[in-house]
């Protein structure tokens, strides 16, 4: 390990709440050099939802390369695009009634936000973008300017502009009305905010805190954005691909967006692709308005297509949707169990987690985690909630494993919890 | 091909010079599904140097994948990157008495180029940063604001801050000093400039029409920053790794700079990768205050290490200049041979090219290469200049093979040219 | 009118009208070109609190000018500065236990107001400035930044920025808490809002359509700026200078804030004359780091002091208290009389109006009133807020006159809305 | 003195250099408390070209003031605006073969500037304001951000945007073409730099350190911008009303720009006045887009339309032109007479100056004229000129007494130069 201390940048992160050197993984599990084996409740942070090298397509991988299919490509055709392309539209967009134009915008989440930023600026002729509280997009600068954490803001170290950041669905106290406030900003004529070109959100927010917006929530700010000729766009990146359960995380709130960002897990193999999908009559890129070395990723496609096997009936995800009920009560029931840690349950299909009015138990619980080898990490701006991430083709008996080991560290922590607090009056 | 005519986004782009269906590549070629056999003078845009699918780096990918090694990893510790740092210190920083500190910004260049400017703003605490003209940095915000070409810029839909563009070494007319200029920008105290966090260059202006700075030029350039204490960044995503011959482009100029950007060619494979390099003491970040999905992109990890086998001697060095020295005298001649063309050669290494004063000559010329099954693409403002970019470990039966196709272009061409001209009277 | 129409450009506004030419002024009347007397509720929005050309100030203004005192001395020092600040701490500020600084940043408003933002900026060295819905500062490009009116705003060219528009006091439906949503915001390290350098506010909102502050939420609001370090800006330039009965308008919420602006009425006569005030800790300021030709206007710091003459008992103060009783009154009952115009009451002091349901309303009545002879605007961001700013020294007798016509107006347009009705029906 | 201490912001500034306390003034005098005469080479920074408290003008004022005139009206038709209205178009507009239209947006020089911006954005559908090194117009955002002065602004607090500095006429050492770079970037489509809305500039640049645009440069740079469809704005604040001698700066370049800023001067009394000129067809404002308390500031329009009397004949402007040449020989005598002293004569018209290698020497000399009683200023980025400006009606007379000062100052300082070199030596 001195030779990331000496030899990487300090920005590293998540190597230090996990200190070792992982080696090798499969399914659920990774394996350190040392041998020892770790559960992941992680999942490459929503990158790898079919787990870790899924066989099918590590064999549609390992010929590709093989053959020596073409590896890059830029936006030349390929054969791999082709097929990518085909079965997406196949198995996905087809039968969701959807024919959204597929843009490759470069390998990763961020390009595929900016790459939207830009066509809905196209597109509207206005600047302003509206975002949520507890946003994530992306680092690069037109994403920065729409993601709320204040520490990766102050990153940029120039001052964010043309984005105005509104209350996210479970921001406000209650009895607040979100979407009321966003209409009334956009509205009246002196709310001082510009008619907005796009509103871009996730219908879960991941890195935020595992935010859930509900489907109404969902439906009205859509029918507020029809109303008023501003562009809907959902990032996808984590919560897409099946995390909740169907394909893309808006179905069940049965509204279509006007853009859709997807990235993670689209290759399914932790093959960095992404892509921006638009309604057809907003495709008014010019050729090479927005380009991009790594935007024909053709490994990436050959997963990616293989992937999307796993889309052709509804098995995959009800499946998702029965892990997700074992979740939700186990954690239900682990928060019970210790009303003094002050836990509540958040989130949607196998994205969940628990929120703790002390951030430093989540922080404290992952550790705990961490040293019975199960991966998981905290989000949220002050880290105080646990999230549960696993591979969607995690195991029911992984699953449970894990959840044991969940439930054992807050046990752990909660009776330190108690012992500590006369401690804390001491100081 | 209707397939991406139905649903890929317009925004393509190269697919429309080379309408075709790339399927399988190797070393200096490819083939498209009908088995036609193409010669590759373009390589990736650069993220090709060592060909296509090159044989040692496949073998090593091939059992990487086939072990389950781990594939994506985010920024957690693994086997695959820690051999990819020694290797790269070993081989690369070492040997040049360079200690810089590696950062992994995400797998595209516009990653490691946004978290280039960020670092220079928050070490120096300064906002501007000074690029210069016909620059290119990439599509996403922060970047976008230091690329020169117009109809990129315009694509972001928002004013574009916070940077100045400087004429680079060859854009102003003679007697003109563009570093003269820069110097009266920052020591007077009324030009309008703020004292700049950062300069960033490429040392040959690829996209921007191969544009070379001379080695003085950049040392006046080195010895300005310095001077003023501003941070001085190379953009070596291009004509890195080896293009102009030495591993970084701007060793023979004998300046060291304060942050280096990589990417394209990096990995060796054309998979996704790509490093920030920055001088230890300027090594500020906090622990994820830049992050990113694909930041830890295992594959790319072991072909970039293999690729590394290239520079532990000076013979890969060596042979690119060779050919260099070949395709250099080719363009003189072809380009003496057809004065009514008025080209003119530029380049260094093997990023050559032939600038014509109309430029609509460059594109016919690549566009009747094609039909000779040779792929070569266009570059400048106005697409003026034929680009040659072969991978450098190109035969030199092909290297000439190549040559003879272009020299034959230009020939066809240039007789259109003279038949033409008594028809644009006509008009 | 004709010259008006031929040189002058397209952006005069309150001509347009009031479609007459005025010569001659006098206390609440003014009289045009033929002779015409109008009575006047505007006040020069604002900036004619003690009536036109009130004699004792321009007894003043003769002999100084008489005496060839200096007229231009841009921040020299002389003695009708001296004059008018010493006046200004004897009568204003130190009764008052403040002792802010005062600084001239040029004649006018926006001037202030810009002042105020560089100097937060400076102080705190953030760049966001959080101002509210329907704010109006000013039409320079910071003042403008931070004020709501979309036309205003648009009128700019660029995008606004380093600003967000945060609900004023009574922006949002019931029963939702803009302080507390403020506070969210702050508070929250994902809120995607930076800690601001300055909130600034009118605590009623003149143009943005007579919104009152309450005194509750006013001093909630100086709380929290406090908590959190933030300076708090009031720009007192409508609605100061004894507009809603004291010096200052913040004086009955008891709150002081950090900086405040101060114009329009501040020269009594009006002169163009601008102060902003700052703490004294606050004086931050290099020397001409600010700067403006004409902030050494000593006419008008000669009519200033003579003006302060009327703030040295309470007796002022409290006509105006009678006054505002009689506007309350009689407004409350013409929108009593007349349900069906969907009327309501706002105000404080001498700024009250009555706001319409339907915009058009309002300025129907105003132009029935003009056609009475009574000087009346319409303010709000659809100009639905007919708006009552007569001087403050108006007699109770025009007082009452106008208060009369107001009356009248609103009948004769009540009257034609029944019988438009059936018409509207028809369209 | 002390009221100032106590009571006025640390940002006052001339005081520092005069410290003293003017009661009084009078044509090209000043007298302070204690009764001393200062002779005033400075007018005001160019607001009082018609000397101080001019009698014709006092007393059309007097007359005005005494009438109860209207005072303060808006936008709203007043007779005195239609009087400076018709006058301005009959004596200065018409004879020069201009029907540009006048807009009043604000009384000061920067709200001129800023309305001019706006309007430029607003025709254009551009964001890019071209403005120059060294180049002076103005304290609000707008103007600030085509402001050279890197103090004034860092001043901003925040980064100033929508703007790029170009070199100036005598910006750059020969043999550089500035016109021919600023083309270059317009031309290039990969400069960096956006089609311009506009390009501003000051003939002479006063606050700049008095650089001198020559005619040539001004119609190279006139014909550019129509080449290109760029509006040129000529920003005549400080140098327009008779400065160098015709009544705007620019005639005698032969060009006319598309928008005309005048302040300063041109109410001829030092009130605030300033006005905003536009060709016919540029004049698409909406009514009240850019508005301002003191827009209709009626006694500067009395006093502005008595000093256009000065431009009925071409007497006055001839009569600059002799004084101009009897400061420029006697400068020029005074730099010959002192070569130890390194200092270069600047200047047009009645603005000249000494430009020092060493900038102490200016201000040395400017402290050495006050004790002689002489009022003048240094100008530019180090404040190494010393700056002439008296009013255009100084008698010749006190013209000579001013300059026999001037040389005076020269020489004690001279004399100290060579007196304190061995000192140098010794630290």
Known sequence: MDIFEQHESAVRSYCRSWPTVFQKAKGDHLWDEAGTQYLDFFAGA????????????????LDYIENDGV??????????????????????????????????????????????LKLARKVTGRDTVVSFTNAFHGMTLGSL?????????????????????????????EPSDSIGYLE????DGGSGMELPALVILETVQA??????????????????????????????????????GPFFSFEPAGITP???????????????????????????????EHNGTFRGHNPAFVTATAALDNWTSDDFS?????????????????????????????????????AFEDPSHASRIARACFEEHLLIETAGPDGEVLKLLPPLTVTEEHLEQGLDIVAGAVEKIAAGVEAT????VGR
């Open 318 to 354: 009800d499946e998702v949707k029965v892990k997700s009920q074992v979740v939700g009560e186990r954690l239900t029931e682990i928060a019970g169990a210790h009303p003094e840690m002050k836990a509540t349950v958040r989130g949607r299909g196998l994205i969940q987690g628990l």
């Open 421 to 424: 607090e006369p401690e804390e």
């Open 207 to 244: 890195e935020g805190g595992i935010n859930v917006a509900s489907f109404g929530w969902l439906q009205r700010l859509s029918e507020l954005c029809k109303r008023h000729g501003i562009l809907l766009a959902v990032d996808d990146i984590q919560v897409g691909c099946g995390r909740t």
């Open 145 to 173: 300017a729409i993601t709320g954490n204040s520490m990766k803001r102050q990153g940029a170290g120039v001052p964010l502009g043309n984005a105005i950041s509104m209350p996210y669905d479970s921001f406000l106290e």
């Open 71 to 116: 590896t890059h490509s830029l936006d030349t055709h390929t054969t791999a695009k082709a097929a990518f392309l085909e079965r997406l539209h196949e198995v996905v967009l087809e039968p969701r009634g959807m024919d959204h134009k597929v843009m490759f915008p470069g390998p990763t989440g961020t390009n595929a936000v900016e790459a939207a």
């Open 258 to 288: 006007d853009i859709i960002c997807l990235s993670k897990s689209l290759s399914g193999y932790g093959l960095p692709l992404a892509v921006t999908l638009m309604r057809p009559d907003l495709d008014v890129w010019a050729p090479g």
């Open 184 to 187: 009334s900003f956009i509205e």
């Open 46 to 61: 929503g990158a790898l939802n079919y787990g870790h090298n899924p066989e099918p397509l590590k064999r549609a991988l």
